[in-house]
């Protein structure tokens, strides 16, 4: 089987692409596509750092990582929950809060630009087979059939 017959090829090779235009988006802005995604998932009120990982479907060493980065940026801070002490919050910073709005922006410009040159019958087949996908690998059943 050649590569370019693989679904895998094709996802891969697409968010490749998705990512590099997000990144020389995000450059322009002293940022990272990560980053940005991760503004995109805080909450207005702030987001506790142990629902971030699972939200984004992402590790939590490289979460970790991508927080202490955007610390430094001071496009976030942590803050403690006022009724459990346990809780700490992500919460954004007015910086932080002006790089969300441009990683909003990024997106929508991306969304708009597919939506215009994709017919919606195919986009919404698009979309359920990659969430079919998506359940398939939740249920594990790639991990069952190599078994």
Known sequence: MKPEETIDFHIRWAWAKISKAYN???AKNGATMAIGYVLLNIDKEGTPSTKLGPRMGMEPTSLS???KSMEELKLIKRVADKSDKRIVKIQLTA???EMREVSKVAVMRFNSMVYENIPSEKLS??????KQIHIL???KVFAEQLN
């Not at 087949?125 to 990659?130: A, K, Q, S, Y």
């Open 95 to 97: 910086k932080g809060r």
């Open 24 to 26: 020389t988006e995000a």
């Open 125 to 130: 087949t698009f979309f359920e087979v990659m």
């Open 137 to 139: 690998l939740e249920n």
């Open 65 to 67: 990582r991508i927080l």
